[in-house]
């Protein structure tokens, strides 16, 4: 290069790029239309820049901030561009405060009941939080957006997501595969409520610096969780040794939300669920909160709803 111009490259690989770019590069066009002084290459995930070095230095700042949009909201479109480059910011109708994530594809996920809507104001007012209630309450999908929004607003730094390997009677031992085979099928929904908040690319750097990290309950002992948002699912499958190991792990500025169902509890009879007695003997304590969920937070077919109620029937 001479010397009114450099080179610089830019990775996108902390995004989905080929998303943000949108179909046929549209928005990549509205940018280069934009920048009319700088010549923009694409090659995958790589960005090279070639123009004036404070056009240069002007543009990485402004896609920084575009980059830094789409992974909050999920999308960008030319509105947003447009707010970005003039004051720094996108729009402000994207400010909706009951907007728990902006997940793929346009989702929005957000508090849908009453009861989801106080377990997201008890998580804001409290450092622990325990989430009761029946199959498909929201109760685990509501904890892992709040967690999410909690790690792309920097509050914490890394998000921790455990369950007790037990499940209907099934031992570890006797499945196939490595420690992450036979875990996989236990942490499935995680992954999933995951994968519908965060991009691919991006999820995946994010369990290879372990920023999100799934792990079975054992692997919490003789830890200290600090800066972290940490999610104990399924907790009524946990004795009351591995819940109380669990609850101390707590460091500096942590959040912990423990989800569970008392009406599935797969440990042999003679234990006692650790959720159950937590609930007891530490609701009441300031700080922490008890939200309890029931039939009418049941987002998922409307059949799950009348399921519940059917087998309640029998209790």
Do not use: C
């Not at 907007?99 to 009453?114: D, E, F, M, S």
């Not at 199959?135 to 730094?157: D, Q, S, W």
């Not at 003679?270 to 922490?288: C, E, F, H, P």
Request: no cysteine; aromatic share 6%.
């Amino acid at each position: 290069m001479d010397d009114k111009g450099i080179e610089k490259i830019i990775s996108l690989e902390e995004i989905d790029y080929t998303r943000f770019w949108g179909t046929n590069d549209k928005m990549l066009d509205f940018v280069r239309m934009l920048f009319p002084k700088l010549k923009l290459i694409v090659r995958g995930e790589m960005l090279k820049v070639i123009g004036a070095a404070d056009e240069t230095e002007a543009f990485e700042e402004k896609l920084n901030a575009m980059m830094t949009y789409y992974e909050k909201f999920g999308r960008i479109n030319e509105n947003a561009i447009m707010q970005i480059i003039e004051t720094g910011g996108g729009p402000d109708t994207e400010t909706n405060d009951e907007i728990l994530v902006h997940g793929r594809n346009g989702l929005l996920v957000k508090a849908r009941t009453p009861n989801q809507k106080r377990l997201v104001e008890a998580v804001k007012a409290n450092d622990m939080v325990f989430a009761i209630g029946p199959a498909g309450t929201g109760k685990t999908y509501t904890a892992v957006a709040l967690a999410v929004r909690a790690l792309k607003n920097k509050e914490i730094r890394r998000i921790i997501l455990t369950r007790p390997a037990v499940e209907a009677g099934e031992n570890l031992g006797f499945l196939p595969g490595d420690l992450r085979d036979k875990l996989d099928p236990y942490l499935q929904p995680l992954y999933d409520a995951l994968r519908d908040m965060i991009p691919q690319q991006k999820l995946l750097s994010y369990w290879e610096d372990n920023t999100i990290e799934i792990a079975p309950l054992a692997f919490m002992r003789g830890r200290t969780l600090d800066n972290a948002f940490v999610i104990l699912d399924e907790a009524q499958n946990a004795t009351s040794a591995q819940l109380k190991m669990f609850l101390t792990r707590m460091g500096r500025n942590a959040k912990f939300v423990i989800t569970g169902d008392i009406t599935q509890i797969d440990l042999p009879r003679n234990q006692q669920s650790g959720l159950v007695q937590a609930t007891q003997i530490l609701n009441g304590i300031d700080g922490i909160s008890v939200i309890e969920l029931d039939n009418s937070d049941v987002i998922r077919h409307r059949l799950v709803t009348r399921i519940i109620r059917a087998y309640d029937s029998l209790a």
